[in-house]
């Protein structure tokens, strides 16, 4: 830190308590001045040689006969006027930046201009602004930090300007040719920590981050602007900036008292964002949504609020369960409200694109929403249908993800009733799970009998006609799709009970084949074949599954059957 010492003789103030100073002299004192809760007794010559105001004031003091001056309103109260009167005197005082800016305001306020002597106090510090403050960088940091609560004065002897313009000047130069000292820790913890690896004696761009991040919010935010506003640095690291003040200055958890000044930081951020066209297209969704977690709890305006839902809601592709699960169920039904509204508005040309490239956002927001549903334990049924249903079958070419969740739910309330299990339930299109969850689901007791059913059958379905049992080669293969209604329902039982009768017949003509048939399923997957495809024995229900499904019965009514077997499910 830089300083600058002012005068010779030594210090001779002294005080008899804590608030009455004087300055020892063969002299008697001829002059009393109260600033505020301290009294000053003083001698006049000293301090009418460099000051104008005093000058009025004791001649206004002698006119009433008193020799006792009250200032009441002197920027930087009593230390600063101290430093004045000690420099009348002559006597050594130490300028440095954590004083600078009061000394000059006092100064300014006491009139001790060149006017009333040469090299008077204000044209004294004015050279050590010049020569030392203002080519330091920590220096003009610390000043900086000090005109708040010296305002206006500091602001109409355009000491913040200055200070604004010396730390932005120094932001924008070339890391390369930095010669001073500054801050570089990163040692906040937690889900916004920055950390940056960088080699020995190699400067990063962000060297000057945490530095001005130590700035009041308003200082912070001239100085951002300043930076921004020149268009030289890098957008990336004004986003970083932003992440790094809101790591240091918001609380994880805040008090009522707290709302206000947080609401101006918030308000403050999201106004700093750099944008292209509205969109905040730097900034990463988990620092989007943790804004907006703050600017609810502080009740920011609406405008801010639907600010940051609109650009959360077009990078929701980058956000993470956990991102997610801070907020309330109905902000986050909002936010993918808000995004497919955006996906319906894509251009022709862009879903021609997305036809050909697969379109990897809608996709990724589909297995988030569905890791959503699967991770909130605090979902209604109704919140939980709402939000799933917003979700378009394009976004979702695999039921898995929403299976583990409707299970999740079926589990976390096991009160529900047989209707809402089945509206539940509806959800799914059971012919777009994988087989690995269609084994599950088959084994799966919480799930309504006739869910069970339909797995089972397109399992069978899927094993008749495509040998590899995939969903990718059963989407190719001629099994028409599922539709998640009553009569889709019922067309799959009215299918199972043919094949009940289909069974019945083969049953006395010929003995199953050996060896071909599949192995035992578990227990409830095989009662409810059993009822599909009943067997004489148990130790023939194997090749009866076997037979019920691969045997024909004669040629004529195997045509017929197959064909109305065709046009029932399709």
Known sequence: MKFMKLGSKPDTFESDDKFHKYAVSDLDSDVTVNVGEFTFYLHKFPLLSKSNRMQKLVSQASEENTNDITILDIPGGHKAFEICAKFCYGMTVTLNAYNITSVRCAAEYLEMTEDVDRGNLIYKVEVFLNSGIFRSWKDSIIMLQTTKSLLPWSEDLKLVGRCIDSVSAKVLVNPETITWSYTHNR???GPDKIVEKREDNVIPKDWWVEDVCELEIDMFKQVMSAVKSSGRMNNGVIVEALRYYVARWLPESMESSEASSNKHLVETVVSLLPRVNRAMSYSPCSF?????KV??????DEMVKEDLVENVSLKLHE????????HEVELVHRIVDQFMGDEKRVSEDDRYKEFVLGNGVLLSVGRLIDAYLASNRDLTLSSFVELSELIPEAARPIHDGLYKAIDTFLKEHPELTKSEKKRLCGLMDVRKLTSEASTHAAQNERLPLRVVVQVLYFEQLRANHSPV???????HSPIPPVKKTEESTMVIEEEATKKVGLSKKSRGSKSTRSG???????SRSRRIFEKIWPGKGESNKSSEVSSGSSQSPPAKSSSSSSRRRRHSIS
């Open 516 to 522: 071909g048939g599949p192995q035992l399923m578990p």
């Open 319 to 326: 956000a993470s369960v956990k991102d997610l699960l801070i």
């Open 469 to 475: 049992g995939s969903v990718a080669a059963s989407s």
């Open 187 to 189: 040692k906040l913890s």
């Open 295 to 300: 600017s609810n709890l502080v009740e920011t």
């Open 288 to 292: 989007l949504l943790k804004l907006l």
